[in-house]
């Protein structure tokens, strides 16, 4: 009997540790419900503004990768959210700046001047 009683325990044992770290793992802030963790989409990209355009509200940049719309390095014209981006920058200037996707278009929401 005792062996058998050995078994069961060291069943039961087993059992609970596995159930341990299933419900750890499933109590990760990540997969609780309203709660959000921070993005790594949120980075700034880099670029070197090439021409700045008020009047058409939008910016010519030479930029590196865009991981968060999954672009690799190219030069392209962005629409801005906030004209008022465009005062900050003028050609020459190397930045870091977010652009998102809007439709079909790509929009700059955030312009920087790079450090």
Do not use: C, W, Y
């Not at 062996?3 to 540790?17: C, E, V, Y």
């Amino acid at each position: 009997m005792t062996s058998r009683h050995t078994l069961l325990l060291l069943a039961a044992l087993l059992a609970g540790a596995a159930h341990a770290q299933t419900t750890a793992h499933m109590h990760t802030p990540a997969s609780e419900p309203g709660k959000e963790v921070a993005q790594p989409a949120a980075e700034l990209s880099e670029g070197e503004v090439r021409k700045v355009d008020k009047d058409a509200k939008k910016i010519s940049i030479k930029h590196g990768e865009l991981k968060n719309l999954d672009m690799p390095p190219m030069s392209m014209v962005f629409q801005v959210k906030d004209p008022a981006l465009l005062d900050k920058v003028k050609a020459g200037d190397k930045i870091r700046f977010r652009a998102e996707k809007a439709g079909p278009a790509f929009v700059v929401t955030d312009i920087q001047l790079a450090q």
